[in-house]
């Protein structure tokens, strides 16, 4: 989608905190230990480039993406950190990754066995992490017997160097430790089975980290807590304390682009769900669900000029409309999501709105939408 760089919508991004949630996390981390920051998803919306810059200038030892194009586009803004793809990527583009110098997680036995074969043909080296499912039940290794066999694979195999070997919490942000515990000892077991001697071994995850259940490793996966979001957002339980301070970096604004008055029995949007039942004013907003301000958020709150005003009728694909108390001027600033986490349209008010957590509202603002950066 192009960027609509002549349509007042913006996501706005705060550089100084993403900076500031940085350095508190680094003075948090355990003595020796080392970030990698995770940039994957547009950096969970708030621009890859941009976040991983800042996160290098902060101490990062290296960055976390999910697929390799993400790994790529970091190369060509010329980071030349460790990277590591923390997804599968397909056995035919591990010389890509390798002439990059992007490092790679092992899912299996098999995709070992397939990529030493590209390797082999093109003479290249690649750097690999040895992915770990202690629980997560997503990519890894869960069998001794495989494990053990990866490591026999690796071993004196000049095809490839072992930087690390990770794992993946599915819990780390709840307050019942059961799971948690249960993967800790999964990959207490199979760190046990090691015969090569990966660089780095890393498990914990932003909520690990905050919520004091890190577990002794040599780095930190550090991903929502950049963006000054507290892991632990699911909308059934109040949120656990985190022990860093987190400050959010992102807003969504725009401004009204048109305002009138209806009368008695007219209707707003498709399908009419909003009919007037008296003269009321209604304005109106260029962002729709094409934007990723999906149409579950009708009824929420925006902050139009100083007033929170409801979306009445159903969000369109490229604008939506809110009932106002009075007459604003077109221009008027509408903040759709705040950076304040104290009002009522801050990021997780409006994921527990449309009953999902921020990561996911963060991740659905599209690239229609420019990004724009300031240091504050
Ligand atoms: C996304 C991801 C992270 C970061 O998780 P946060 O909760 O954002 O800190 C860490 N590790 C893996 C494997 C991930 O996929």
């Not at 002549?6 to 355990?30: D, Q, S, T, Y």
């Not at 890509?96 to 080296?125: D, F, G, M, R």
């Not at 950049?226 to 339980?237: E, Q, R, T, V």
Request: proline share 5%; hydrophobic share 40%; charged share 25%.
């Amino acid at each position: 989608m192009v960027p609509g760089y002549h349509r007042p919508a913006v996501v706005k991004v705060n550089l100084g905190a993403i900076r500031r949630n940085i350095k508190n996390e680094m003075k948090h981390l355990a003595t020796g230990q080392k970030m990698l920051a995770v940039v994957k998803a547009n950096a969970y919306g708030h621009g890859a480039v941009e976040v991983a810059k800042i996160a290098i200038e902060e101490g990062a030892a290296g960055l976390c993406v999910a697929i390799l194009d993400e790994a790529l586009q970091l190369r060509h803004a010329d980071i030349v950190k460790p990277i590591l793809v923390l997804g599968v990527v397909s056995p035919e583009y591990a010389p890509i990754a390798a002439a990059n110098n992007v490092s790679l997680t092992i899912p299996n036995l098999e995709w070992l066995k397939e990529v030493e074969k590209y390797l082999e043909k093109e003479q290249l080296q690649l750097k690999v992490h040895i992915g770990v499912d202690s629980g997560m039940g997503r990519i890894g290794f869960n069998e001794d017997e495989d494990f053990i066999a990866a490591n026999k694979f690796l071993q004196n195999n000049d095809n490839f160097y072992v930087e690390g070997m990770f794992a993946h919490f599915a819990s780390a942000d709840s307050a019942d430790d059961t799971y948690f515990k249960h993967q800790v000892e999964k990959f207490a077991h199979m760190r046990s089975l090691l015969t090569v001697k990966p660089k780095w071994i890393h498990v914990d995850n932003t909520a690990a980290s905050i919520f004091n259940k890190d577990v002794p490793s040599d780095c930190v996966r550090f991903g929502i807590g950049i963006y000054g979001l507290n892991p632990s957002s699911n909308p059934d339980s109040p949120d656990l304390k985190s022990s860093i301070s987190l400050e959010p970096a992102l807003s969504f604004e725009s401004e009204l682009t048109h305002v009138k008055t209806i009368h008695e029995g007219d209707g707003v949007g498709y399908g009419s769900t909003f009919v007037a039942d008296q003269d009321t004013i209604i304005g109106t907003v260029p962002v729709g669900y094409a934007d990723g301000f999906i149409r579950k958020f009708q009824g929420f709150k925006v902050k139009v000029g100083d007033e929170y005003c409801p979306i009445v009728g159903r969000i369109c694909m490229d604008q939506f409309m809110v009932k106002m108390p009075k007459k604003m001027p077109l221009g008027t600033k509408v903040v759709i999501i705040s950076n304040d986490p104290t009002a009522p349209n801050n990021i997780k008010a409006a994921a527990d709105y449309v009953d999902t957590i921020h990561y996911e509202v963060a991740c659905l603002l599209n690239d229609r939408l420019p990004r724009v950066y300031y240091e504050k």
